[in-house]
Each structure stands twice: as structure tokens, then as C-alpha cells.
Nanobody, 119 residues
Framework: QVQLVESGGGLVQPGGSLRLSCAAS????????MGWYRQAPGKQRELVAAITSAGRTNYADSVKGRFTISRENAKNTVYLQMNSLKPEDTAVYYC?????????????WGKGTLVTVSS
């Protein structure tokens, strides 16, 4: 089984910064991409940022220029540096892994970490 463990959430004032981390452990053959999604109260889960094993990145328009996703392939760890945070960034942030286990494509989710942006 594959586990994703997130850390780094918390309370921050508007304009502040946070860095989220997600470490994947367990048996997986290969990882295609890792990313971060978020879900605010009363809203659907949405993609925040993703990064492929080759380093290609994709960001939601709402976070471009403020958030940066990076990855340490050797550690199966993905990071999300969040700067210039806004109250509308408040949400539970979920780590996502898209990979292959054995012969099967698999998608895994972390349990989520809460980010609250408030003064």
C-alpha cells in the first residue's frame, strides 16, 4: 500500500507564507506526477498545482505567481511553497500521487492539511 503524509499547514495572516510537504511511502513501481488539490468549505476539490516526474508543472490560474511546486524524486516528496497568501486560499490541501503499482495505474490521496489565512 502507498501512504501520503502531508505536513506544513496552519494559520497564517494574509500576505504570509507557508510551505507544505508531502512524502510518499510504500510499494509503488513508478510515479507519473504528484500534486496538490484543495477544497474550501462548500466548494468542490480543485487542482492547485502538479508536477510530473520530468519536472513539468501545472498551476491553477488563481495561484500562478504566488505558489511554487517542487519535487525531490529520490525522496518521493513534493513541496508547495505558498507566498502572498490570501483569505480565499483557506482550504484543506490534499496531496495527490498518480503512479503505477505493478501493472496498474493508481491514484492516491493524503488525508489533507488545513491552511487558514486570516488576520
Amino acid at each position: 500500500q502507498v501512504q501520503l503524509v502531508e505536513s506544513g499547514g496552519g494559520l497564517v495572516q494574509p500576505g504570509g507564507s507557508l510551505r507544505l510537504s508531502c512524502a510518499a511511502s510504500g510499494s509503488i513501481t513508478s510515479i507519473n506526477a504528484m500534486g496538490w488539490y484543495r477544497q474550501a468549505p462548500g466548494k468542490q476539490r480543485e487542482l492547485v498545482a502538479a508536477i510530473t516526474s520530468a519536472g513539468r508543472t501545472n498551476y491553477a490560474d488563481s495561484v500562478k505567481g504566488r505558489f511554487t511546486i517542487s519535487r525531490e524524486n529520490a525522496k518521493n516528496t513534493v513541496y508547495l511553497q505558498m507566498n502572498s497568501l490570501k483569505p480565499e486560499d483557506t482550504a484543506v490541501y490534499y496531496c495527490n500521487l498518480d503512479g503505477v503499482r505493478g501493472y496498474y495505474g493508481m491514484v492516491y490521496w493524503g488525508k489533507g492539511t488545513l491552511v487558514t489565512v486570516s488576520s
